[in-house]
């Protein structure tokens, strides 16, 4: 059990048992009392509300943290620096530096690809992969949909239904075009970072790992196929067809939506991201493309009333050098996301400073730890950190801040610097 589902565990035991004794007082009560009358409760007419001026209420003061940033925000690490804070609160824009303007966002990006999928698809939505019956006797086909977060287990559940065959195939005709986006190094293939697009994969395409950049398929579905032969007994595997009315032999599900999402967002996996994309283009009707895949992902958050203006999308993922994106619009989907909206489950994707993903090392001795909740995003000459901060006060702000032409190192510390004093505020 997570940590969060035990303490929620916790709490509705608590909160259980107090019921129960508030209850078992009022049935005593009730025995000995339910004979006495009284006239009615003496009402007394509420106050009128004190004004309270909003930089003084729980002590917030964002004149003085917007000062606090500017000088931050002047570090020289920190190379050119675009971004801004927003009081959830209020709405105000309590710090700004050229948000409108786009710079190179790395896997930030992906705040934006994570909000796209809750708006449209929901947090619950799952890919489903079938299995049919092949033209021919003894012949099985995977029906790839999309999910490229197979395991070993379900393969193994997939056999047992199936039993035995001389033949397995997959179609993969859900996903079309090039399976590398632009910008994108194939070298980064045996790097871990990035397999080649296709709509079926064992952990991400994942060699001798089930996480974390370790080297990756360069046929991410025949190998899902090899593995479903090895489990029924087929001596042959390869590409093909479905047939459109096949008999369905076995089938089976990925995780929700919003479990791939904190998977994705976490350690910031790109295959995962591109994935998504491209089932939020399926799922609209176009092309399981990389283009229909980030022209949906706009065009979603376009008609959720997002101002997109400025925003240039080469991939899903952020580790296309043609990305850009403004820092106001990932603090807008920020903003939203910390307004009780559906996007709130975007905030529960986020790492957690000193805590998890991204994460873990950054913040040790810094206040944010354990308060920022953060994407990251990394490339050569480019650090991001764009999430949510508690402040001391308990107000939560939002923010979105992008550095290009910087060290990566110690871009990284002066962005950890920033976001912390917006917890010491």
């Known amino acids: ?28 009560v009730q025995q000995h009392y339910d004979d006495l009358t009284h006239g009615p409760a003496y009402a007394v007419r509420a106050p009128s509300p004190a004004l309270v001026p909003a930089e003084a209420e729980a002590g917030v003061d964002n004149a003085a943290l ?33 948000s409108g303007a786009p710079l190179r966002p790395a896997s930030a990006t992906k705040i934006l690809t994570a909000a796209a999928a809750i708006l449209e698809l929901g947090p619950d939505d799952v890919i489903t992969t079938e299995v049919v019956a092949g033209n021919t006797p003894g012949t099985v086909v995977i029906r790839a949909a999309g999910d ?40 980064d293939v045996d790097a871990g970072y990035i397999a080649p697009l296709e709509p079926a994969m064992l952990h991400g395409a994942r060699i001798g790992g089930t996480e ?29 067809p479905a047939p459109a009315d096949a008999q369905v032999l076995a089938a089976t599900q990925s995780p929700p939506l919003i479990d791939r999402l904190e998977s ?90 000193g805590g998890s993903g991204t994460l873990t090392d950054r913040y040790q001795d810094l206040p944010g730890r354990g308060w920022v909740r953060a994407k990251t995003g990394t ?21 979105a801040l992008l550095s290009n032409g910087s060290d990566i190192l110690a871009a990284r510390a002066a962005l950890d610097r920033f976001a912390s004093a917006i917890r010491d505020s």
């Open 66 to 98: 917007a000062t606090a940033l500017s000088t931050l925000a002047d570090d020289p690490a920190l190379g050119t620096l675009h971004g801004r804070v927003t009081d959830t609160v209020t709405g105000e824009t309590v710090w700004d530096l050229d």
């Open 148 to 187: 490229v977060w197979l395991t070993e287990e379900q393969l193994d559940r997939l056999a047992e239904e199936i039993g035995t065959a001389d033949q397995v195939t997959i179609d993969t005709s859900v996903w079309d075009g090039d399976p590398f986006m632009p910008g994108w190094d194939p070298a």
């Open 264 to 353: 994705m967002m976490i350690w910031s996996d790109n295959v995962m991201a591109e994935a998504v994309g491209h089932e939020l283009a399926v799922h609209r009707g176009q092309p399981g493309s990389a283009s229909a895949a980030t022209q949906s992902t706009l065009d979603v958050l376009t008609g959720h009333g997002f101002d997109i203006t400025g925003v240039t999308l080469a991939d899903n993922s952020g580790l296309s050098t043609y990305n850009l994106i403004p820092p106001r619009v990932l603090d807008d989907v920020l903003h939203d996301a910390a307004s009780d909206t559906p996007l709130r489950h975007l905030l529960a994707t986020l790492p957690v400073a």
């Open 212 to 240: 974390g950049d370790v080297p990756r398929s360069h046929t991410p579905a025949l190998d899902v196929a090899r593995a479903l032969a090895d489990r029924v007994g087929a001596a042959t595997v390869g590409l093909g």
């Open 379 to 399: 490339l050569t000459g480019t650090s991001a950190l764009a999430g949510v901060v508690t402040a001391d006060s308990g107000r939560v702000y939002s923010f």
């Open 1 to 28: 059990m997570s940590g969060k589902k035990l303490w929620w565990s916790v709490t509705a035991g608590v909160v259980a048992a107090a019921v129960a004794g508030v209850a078992g007082l009022g049935v005593l």
